[in-house]
Antibody, heavy 120, light 110 residues
Framework: EVQLVESGGGLVQPGGSLRLSCAGS????????MHWVRQVPGKGLEWVSR????????DYADSVKGRFIVSKDNVKSTMYLQMNSLRAEDWAVYSC?????????????WGRGTLVTVSS | QSALTQPPSVSGSPGQSVSISCTGT?????????VSWLQQTPGTAPKLLIS???KRPSGVPDRFSGSKSGSTASLTISGLQAEDEADYYC??????????FGGGTKVTVL
């Protein structure tokens, strides 16, 4: 089944770190831009980060720049989000989504998300 | 960057048409054609409705259409159906090589 599955969420103290994973199944992962999006339960969507098909180009929202690092392993069909210096406002469900290279903005597949809670 | 501006809510009766606006700046919506629209119902993942302002993926009903004028993009739902009750988000590429969401619009079918 073609799908994206996130994992790695949990409870972390402010200032702590967490690494999220997004595993792709049954599609050619290396052909896709991969993005992270987060959503506070009951609130709107916020774009977080993206990486290009090769995993060599990365971009970040201002709210996470300098604290989060996105990476992509095409052999394992997995994208990662290393989250450092976590803040209370980083609490959200983090989801990944894909965009086929050349189809700008075609976010056609989404994972169900993993919850990150930042609290002491 | 601040979120793109969407009305918090719109409503309409079955069969009517409703439009949702998404206002940005020349740095995002007004600067190119990379504007997408997503639909989200409670407890589910977002679903792509429109990409590149007007392109509708296969499987999306043709009652959903997109347009843009200047720095404002719009999603129109023609012939509103009960199943269209959901939250709708616009999403635009920016001149900083990032993407930016709108605040979301709740569509209620009366």
């Amino acid at each position: 089944e073609v799908q994206l599955v996130e994992s790695g969420g949990g409870l972390v103290q402010p200032g702590g770190s967490l690494r999220l994973s997004c595993a792709g199944s049954d599609f050619n992962f290396r052909n896709y831009w991969m993005h992270w999006v987060r959503q506070v339960p009951g609130k709107g969507l916020e774009w977080v980060s993206r990486t290009d098909p090769a995993g060599t180009v990365t971009d970040y929202a201002d709210s996470v720049k300098g604290r989060f690092i996105v990476s992509k392993d095409n052999v394992k069909s997995t994208m990662y989000l290393q989250m450092n210096s976590l803040r209370a406002e980083d609490w959200a469900v983090y989801s990944c989504t894909r965009v086929l290279d050349g189809l700008a903005g075609h976010f056609d597949l989404w994972g169900r998300g993993t919850l990150v809670t930042v609290s002491s | 960057q601040s979120a793109l501006t969407q009305p918090p809510s719109v409503s309409g009766s079955p069969g009517q048409s409703v439009s949702i606006s998404c206002t940005g700046t020349s740095s995002d919506v007004g600067g190119h054609s990379r504007v997408s629209w997503l639909q989200q119902t409670p407890g589910t993942a977002p679903k792509l409705l429109i990409s590149e302002v007007t392109k509708r993926p296969s499987g999306v009903p043709d009652r959903f259409s997109g347009s843009k004028s200047g720095s404002t993009a719009s999603l129109t739902i023609s012939g509103l159906q009960a199943e269209d009750e959901a939250d709708y988000y616009c999403l635009s590429f920016t001149n900083r090589n990032t993407w930016l969401f709108g605040g979301g619009t709740k569509v209620t079918v009366l």
